[in-house]
């Protein structure tokens, strides 16, 4: 036989059918490694009913001969299971649990003790003592995964894996790999049939014929165990099963596509057992490419995060991800893939699975899509790394907002619903309360970030070709430039002790509330024009300049035609989310706000 594509159905409808793709994906990259073929020749694509595997070279029945037994991932050891495991495991295919979690413990109680000097010297680039101490105590690439899997998946898990290392054992690799692929060689996927070639299998080398395996949460989390069956023919709690190979390559695609995190609580020091997985939805990329992408992913995703902060840094950190790996010198297949597209060519986003923690286990409460951020719109390496730094201001004003306040959860939920649904109108909604929240956060002596027009005009534009017309009218930006004046520049300027101008407070809620009604917003704009241009005339009568322009009736002309347009309340919440920004070449004005501090999860699992 020889297999030049496989295919995965999507039979599950959640990330369970992601999870088998990548541990498909990774067994015929080692099988890849091990006959001396490239991983590049391994390239995933969504095809919509099903994901699909390209394999170049093929694979013939007789490669897979010449491959030795490997395990794609280990096996997991505590305390208690080390009977259950087969005798003599060392190396990497076992991992030691207790082992890990007490590295992980004296890495966080050592960074703990992070003198002021350390920080300065890492500031400064300089060695320190502390820095060696900290890098052999540095936790195991994969720990949350190890912390999701122990106790409650834990049999499970290595029951999985002692099903593969028994084959491999017994001498019939070669035709478990084959059955492997043959399960995956069609679309449906026959997997009766393969069930029956393991039977057959198993019988000859003296294995367990059993071909069934629970169904673990932890990657099918549509699936809990529960009075639910696919055939109500009767009702009884237990656990649900399936092939047993499926779930085994579920288990090892859970290392490589999958981030799980235990949440924080609300308020940030607080701590919560529940848990959020997101599993990467992968449209056309390149194996290889994408588990580097995922692994820069998921060393920015060292912290725990309250759960709508934590669905939007994903979304914006693994498309930074992304798209600084189509800026590497050897990331040209990731560039070609997204010129003249989003980042969602290559990577739609993530499914995810929210866990709620009931003492005993944990119950799935909520199953979603997140899209990857689809304004970004790349036409070469430079335009990559304009979105860079775009997407890095985006984060930093994400990053201000807190869970335990009232309007922060607003905001966050509106920035969420804009960037998995690609409609303007969260993001305007989001800007609109984002005007009142910053001057509000200025006044009490904190930073608050602006965002900056020109990535705004690549955003709105990006989304809307048509709004090129708003974002390139003189009369828009003499008018926006205006707000902007009255309200975060003369708020800064009061704090330096300059009281020429008064600031307009409250001045975005109030043109945002009119613009229902286009008569009404225009006249809420008649009278902040005529208001701010007596008091620009005021001053340049009484005090010395430098001065703020005046709005001329040529701009409100300009800013009425195109509210006949496009409409009063799109012109009007633009208005107010270029007021509120600030010009690429003006600095943000410093403020006393502490930096955050590392909050990373140190609760543990037994």
Sequence with gaps: M?????????????????????????????????????????????????YTLALSPALDESDLG????????????????????????????VIDYEKERDRRTGYLQLRERYSQEAKKAQQRLEEHPLFAALQAQTPHRDWDTLRAINPEALAGYNNLLLKWWQAGQS???????????????????????AQELWRALAKNAGLDESGDATSLQLYNPSKGKGQNRPKSDALKMDNLKDFWLAEFLKAVGFYQGALTKVLSGRGQPARSNDRKTYVVSPNDMRYSDLGRV?????????????????DVLAALRF???????????????????????????????????????????????????????????????????????????????IRQFQEDRGEDVELLGLYRDFMSGNDLWPFLAFTAGYSGWLISQREQRNRGRQFTTDNLGRLFMNVEP?????????????????????????????????RRYDVFYGLGQRLVRQTYKREAFVAELMDFVRAYNTENAQVMENRQGPYRRSVRTTDLDEIVELIDRFGCQLVGNMLVAYGYAREPFE????????????????????
Excluded at 297 to 306: A, G, I, L, N, Y
């Design 2 to 50: 020889r297999w030049t594509r496989l295919y995965v159905d999507k039979a599950d409808g959640t990330f369970a059918d992601a999870l088998v793709t990548f541990g498909l994906a990774e067994v015929a990259r080692h099988v890849f490694e091990h006959l001396g073929f490239s991983p590049d020749g391994i390239r995933i694509r969504d095809e919509g009913v099903c």
């Design 319 to 397: 498309t930074v991800a992304l798209l600084e790996r189509a800026t590497e010198p050897d990331g040209a297949d990731v560039l070609q893939t997204l010129l003249g597209n989003t980042p969602r060519r290559a990577v739609s986003g993530f499914q995810s699975a929210s866990y709620k923690d009931l003492g005993q286990g944990k119950a799935t409460i909520n199953i979603s899509f997140i899209n990857l951020p689809g304004w970004a719109r790349l036409t070469g390496r430079e335009s990559a790394r304009d979105y860079l730094a775009a997407l890095s201001e985006h984060e930093g004003i």
């Design 171 to 193: 001498g019939s690799f070669p035709q478990l790999l084959s059955l492997l692929l043959q399960t995956f060689a069609t679309t449906p996927n026959d997997v009766e049939h």
């Design 466 to 498: 048509a709004l090129k017309d708003i974002i390139e009218s003189e009369g828009f930006r003499n008018v926006a430039y205006a707000i902007r004046q009255a309200t975060v520049i003369a708020q800064y300027r009061k704090k330096q002790g300059d």
């Design 66 to 93: 010449r491959c030795p037994f490997f395990m794609p991932v280990s096996f997991l050891r505590t305390a208690k299971n080390v009977e259950q495991l087969p005798s003599g495991l060392s190396g990497k295919v």
């Design 294 to 310: 995922i692994s820069s992913f998921k060393d920015k995703m060292v912290r725990s995060e309250t759960a709508r902060r934590l």
């Design 587 to 606: 600095q943000e004005p410093q403020a006393d706000q502490e930096a955050e501090e590392n909050t990373d999860d140190t609760s543990e699992q037994n």
